[in-house]
């Protein structure tokens, strides 16, 4: 079975800071990881995904992820952020693509 | 292109009533999913389309839950009895085929049953 970790629920920070959404997992098989964004309103939104090679993967709007096997976590980084950053982001690990599990999300909130 | 539409955008009905939940896939996706998030948790498949058959409906609870895929487009899903903790938002999406391609999602329907 899998399962996603996604620790902090809450996460503040200030415009222009850098900003870290962890995201572990568990599987007893090889998976393939997403993060997805969620604008109030609105729905899930592809950042980015990992499905093999490089384990640093770069996403839309600046972010990029790095998949760490032997952690398996699959943090999610963004150097400098912005007030329209603010969102609920969300980490996903299918083992085949059919079946997605997703964690219970992280809000943030960008702090002018 | 046109994104996932889904109908309506807020549902509030009373326990044991029936709701229906109605989406509309982008054009030429294979692919549909109905997912249930839950205020505070990440989005649950309930069921997926290939086409217009069922792939995966393991969790979906067949005792009230329901949905179809007649034409391979158009989706509906209908709750009937409603339950007080089936309040949630009720997510679409879709994509081109199976596996680990993008799934896009429409903007989910919230239901309240008081």
């Known amino acids: 079975a899998q399962s996603v970790t996604q620790l902090d629920s809450q996460v503040p920070v200030f415009e222009e800071a850098p900003v870290e959404l962890r995201c572990n997992y568990s599987s007893s098989v090889s998976v393939y990881l997403f993060w997805y964004v969620q604008y109030p309103n609105q729905g899930l939104q592809l950042l980015l995904k990992?499905?093999?090679?490089?384990?640093l993967v770069k996403g839309i709007n600046g972010f990029e992820a790095e998949f760490n096997k032997s952690q398996t976590s699959f943090h999610l980084r963004k150097p400098s952020v912005h007030i329209s950053d603010t969102a609920e982001y969300f980490c996903a690990v299918t083992p085949t693509g059919n079946q997605f599990y997703f964690g219970t999300g992280t809000s943030l909130t960008v702090i002018p | 292109e046109a994104g996932v539409a889904q109908s309506p955008r807020y549902k509030i009905i009373e326990k044991r009533q029936s709701v229906a939940f109605w989406c509309n896939p982008i054009s030429g996706h294979a692919t549909l999913y109905w997912y249930q998030q839950i205020l505070g948790q990440g989005p649950k498949l309930l069921i997926q389309f290939q086409n217009n058959g069922v792939v995966d409906d393991s969790q979906l609870p067949k005792d009230r839950f329901s949905a179809e895929r007649l034409k391979g487009v158009d989706s509906t899903l209908k709750i009937q009895p409603a339950k007080l903790e089936d309040s949630a938002v009720y997510l679409c999406?879709?994509?081109?085929?199976?596996?680990?391609?993008?799934?896009?999602f429409g903007p989910g329907t919230r239901l309240t049953v008081l």
């Open positions: 999406a879709s994509s081109l085929a199976r596996g680990i391609g993008e799934q896009f």
């Open positions: 990992y499905l093999s090679g490089s384990t």
